[in-house]
């Protein structure tokens, strides 16, 4: 996840909406963002097995998805699609599309719940992770709902700073996801 580029995506796309249909849209991209990826800690492993894609699979290929995200939060590369961007401005409410989905619960926060519960498959397991979801599903939530003002503080060269070390960690974090990718396919 990247909420620091979010809260940069999310700034521009309620650029002109009322104060309180942003905060609206904020909280709600945090509720949808919980509800994705409790979706995912619940039927993950369901979908995998399904599939017939087994964990060492998922922990590489999701693993390189983080990567790619964590690389691209570094050297600066837009997150969406001049089409996804004009759509998006256009909508009334962005907070499912393309806030929570897929900018802040997209491919590899998907990857890394799925993972998680299926290396832990226990119930307090799963417990622990849809605790861990609302947790940040409210930071994500809060973060929209009054970080708005910390992007005309930061500034284009702030946020961009703040983006690259955000971005070397989730690179760091994805390697390490397919390091145990590679280790458990031996």
């Known amino acids: 996840m990247n909420p620091i580029g979010a809260l940069a995506t999310f700034a ?7 104060r309180a249909a942003m905060k609206r849209q904020a909280v709600m991209t945090g509720v949808y963002v919980l ?3 409790t979706v995912f800690a619940l039927f993950g492993t369901l979908v995998l097995e399904g599939l017939g894609i087994g964990l060492p699979a998922l922990q590489i290929a999701g693993g390189l ?10 050297v600066a590369r837009q997150t969406l699609t001049e089409d996804e961007k004009t ?3 256009a909508k009334p409410d962005v907070s499912f599309s393309p806030m929570a989905l897929p900018l802040i619960a997209g491919p590899g926060a998907i990857g890394v719940v799925i993972a998680l519960t299926a290396r832990h498959p226990g119930i307090t397991n799963r417990l622990s992770v849809i605790v861990a979801s609302v947790v940040i599903a409210a930071l994500v939530a809060a ?16 946020l961009g700073a703040l983006s ?7 690179l760091a974090i994805g390697v390490e996801l397919v ?8």
């Open 12 to 18: 521009g796309l309620t650029e002109g909406v009322d």
């Open 35 to 37: 509800a994705i990826l």
């Open 65 to 74: 998805v983080v990567a790619h995200s964590g690389f691209g939060m570094i």
């Open 87 to 89: 759509h998006g401005a």
């Open 143 to 158: 973060l929209l709902r009054f970080g708005t003002p910390l992007v005309d503080k930061l500034g284009p060269t702030g």
């Open 164 to 170: 690259r070390i955000i971005g070397f960690l989730t």
């Open 179 to 186: 390091t145990h990718g590679v280790l458990a396919a031996k």
